[in-house]
């Protein structure tokens, strides 16, 4: 199985032809508004023929049902997390814009629950727990194919199932986490919390640990969205996860955006 980063957090998986796609944006609609000076490009993959698209959420970016649209073949399929029973104001903010698209499309769409399982010709897709920071759904996905496991976190939390995951799946070889530890302030969340939305450096390398990872790839860990009032990553992401990796013992990654990578080469150790 071969790989590469799409930007931000966005991944392309390929094997025997056949490839997925996961948080896959070319266009984060209003949240242009708080790029930063230091950003990702966006990668498009070739157009028609992924064989599913993963979503972790919705929110903008992570979701893009134009990109989604383009890289999916005529019979691919859209796996995404199920929607609340009950939506508040604050979910039509966060995730509003991306449920029209997609309600507007004609995808096929699959909601899916954590432990939900999917085979996708060389691909076995499963769908993980994962938290989000303001509250709306989100999974995280781990594929395997060629002998070889690859989990894809979103932008989630720290929380209590890494454990049970590799009790269940086993090792993870390449974890792609996020780690940009960004505080928000967006006018509909107030009063603002101080506490990370999304994972910090240190809790990144220590998810990695406990998913016995043979190596962390830093996704949604740059500077590709600021803001100084609504977001606010923390400056030094790669350096804090070098650091802390190496005193662990733990193999990282950074992936630039459009580059190929074989993903047994890109877990070994250096």
Not at 141 to 167: C, E, P, R, Y
Request: proline share 7%; with cysteine; charged share 20%.
């Amino acid at each position: 199985m071969r790989l590469r980063r799409l930007g931000w957090a966005g991944l392309e998986l390929e094997t025997s032809g056949q490839s997925v796609v996961i948080d896959h944006i070319v266009d984060p609609g209003f949240l242009s508004a708080i790029f930063g000076d230091t950003r990702d490009d966006f990668i498009s993959p070739e157009p028609g023929q992924a064989r599913a698209a993963l979503l972790t959420h919705l929110h903008r970016d992570h979701a893009d049902v134009t990109a989604v649209e383009a890289a999916l073949a005529t019979d691919g399929v859209v796996l995404r997390p199920a929607r609340k029973r009950a939506e508040s104001p604050l979910d039509q903010a966060a995730t509003g814009e991306a449920e029209a698209a997609l309600a507007a499309s004609r995808l096929r769409v699959h909601a899916c629950e954590p432990g939900d399982t999917f085979e996708m010709g060389p691909f076995a897709i499963t769908a993980l727990p994962a938290s989000d920071g303001i509250g709306s759904p989100q999974v995280s996905w781990l594929v395997k194919a060629d002998s070889q496991s690859v989990l894809h976190a979103g932008d989630t939390l720290w929380h209590g199932g890494w454990w049970d995951i590799v009790a269940e799946h086993g090792p993870i070889d390449l974890a792609f986490l996020p780690a940009n530890g960004a505080e928000i302030a967006f006018p509909q969340w107030q009063p603002a919390a101080t506490v990370p939305s999304v994972m910090t450096p240190e809790q990144a390398v220590d998810a990695a640990r406990a998913l016995q990872a043979r190596s962390l790839v830093p996704i949604h860990y740059n500077r590709t969205f600021e803001h100084p009032d609504y977001y606010r990553p923390v400056a030094d992401a790669r350096e804090r996860l070098e650091d802390l990796a190496d005193r662990h013992g733990i193999a990282v990654r950074f992936l630039e955006p459009g580059d190929w990578v074989d993903a047994g080469l890109a877990a070994a150790p250096t």
